[in-house]
């Protein structure tokens, strides 16, 4: 679908920024955040990284400028839902307290425009190795930033000799999808996130946590994942019809370069 005129949404669902961890894309996160408004904002978990932070210091001025800008939305009339994931779990102690106009909450029902019912949640507590494995969890997660950083250095030696490969985030994605898809684990987060949406009596499920983005039916259950801000750059979106859709930021950055230019 091309980009729309306007960019305002009925509801936005962000998750995996990792605020905290040198992987995450704040630069490009705030360009998105500058072009597109919305009514609410879900902040779907694992915004800022308490694992990455607890093992070094990383708080460049984008990741301040990040949180300002929600903030500021919030200040603006937008209603800014917060349920924490595993990365920023040190937020599951405020559950229904308010930060700056952000509401903490463990998990939420969202009623779209066109009144289906979708389960808001990060997804960690039906991830299959973090149910039984904090400790490989953490291994993970480790991996995973180690697996990135090594892509980008080969990305700059790629550029640096004028070679042509696979970007940073391209591998990354790609590693994480193989890894885990060789256990049925991306199949088996999704089904299980179906399931307990049908449990709820809800017409569908919106989460973060696995990296992938997706918006499918399963057996009757939207299933919907926001994507991240480390890999692929994406939200879930509701348009104002209740429709949802991923929204990548390549579609916004090349919307909001064709108005900067008609602009010049």
């Known amino acids: 679908m091309p980009p729309a005129a ?11 920024v990792h605020l905290g961890a040198r992987g995450c894309q704040a630069g490009r996160l705030i360009e998105f955040l500058r072009a597109v408004d919305a009514d609410i904002i879900y902040l779907v978990g694992d915004i800022v990284d308490g694992w990455q932070l607890k093992t070094g210091w990383y708080w460049p001025q984008p990741h301040n400028d990040v949180l300002q800008k929600l903030l500021r939305k919030a200040r603006k009339g937008a209603r800014l839902v917060y349920i924490p994931g ?48 904090r400790t490989l969890a953490l291994l993970g997660s480790c991996a995973y930033a180690l697996a990135l950083a090594s892509t ?23 590693a994480k999808f193989k890894v885990k898809s060789a256990v049925n684990y991306i199949g088996d987060f999704e089904q299980a996130l179906a399931a307990q949406a049908r449990r709820q009596h809800c017409d569908g499920v919106i989460c973060g946590h696995i990296h992938h983005p997706e918006s499918r039916d399963i057996d009757g259950i939207r299933y ?7 890999a692929s750059c994406t939200v879930a979106a509701e348009r104002p019809d209740g429709e949802m859709e991923i929204l990548p930021w390549a579609a916004i950055s090349t919307l909001a370069a064709d108005r900067r230019a008609q602009a010049a």
């Open 6 to 16: 306007s960019r305002h949404y009925r509801t936005l669902f962000i998750s995996d």
């Open 86 to 133: 595993n990365h920023d779990e040190f937020l599951r102690d405020y559950f229904g307290t308010h930060f700056g106009g952000i509401e903490v909450m463990e998990h939420d029902v969202h009623i779209a425009a066109d009144g289906r019912r979708y389960l808001v949640t990060h997804g960690d507590r039906f991830d299959p190795v973090f149910r039984h494995s």
């Open 152 to 174: 980008k250095m080969a990305d700059r030696l790629r550029r640096r000799f004028g070679l042509r490969g696979r970007s940073p985030s391209a591998l990354s994605r790609w």
């Open 224 to 230: 919907v994942n926001c994507g991240d801000w480390v």
